[in-house]
């Protein structure tokens, strides 16, 4: 069983940047497929960046290009480096884990708020 813990949300205006990480409780190397979801005010979770054990990256389109999604195995920690964030970007955002798919594994969750 892996255990998976989010941290780095935050109040923040703007324009601004915030890296959140997911910090496993054993060597990412081993999971395949690693991604960040986010559940905002009245929406339904979607999965918005994903990376495999073989580097391969994925983002949906409202944040490709601001947001980036890595991974640091020696750390056993997933990161997503969010700039010029948006008011709509406002969500508590999970990260998943899974053999195939990012599913597998699940966080708490961490707020990202964003502020006009």
């Known amino acids: 069983q892996v255990q998976l813990v989010e941290s780095g949300g935050d109040l923040v205006q703007a324009g601004g940047s915030l890296r959140l990480s997911c910090a496993a409780s054993r060597s990412i190397s081993s999971i395949n497929v690693v991604g960040w979801y986010r559940r905002a005010p009245g929406k339904q979770r979607a999965l918005v960046a994903v990376?495999?054990?073989?580097?391969?990256?994925n983002y949906v389109d409202s944040v490709e290009g601001r947001f980036t999604i890595s991974r640091d195995n020696a750390k056993n920690t997933v990161y997503l480096q969010m700039t010029d964030l948006k008011p709509e970007d406002t969500a508590v955002y999970y990260c998943?884990?899974?053999?195939?798919?990012?599913?597998?594994?699940w966080g708490q969750g961490t707020q990202v708020t964003v502020s006009s």
């Open positions: 998943g884990a899974g053999l195939e798919r990012p599913v597998d594994y």
């Open positions: 990376i495999t054990s073989g580097g391969r990256t």
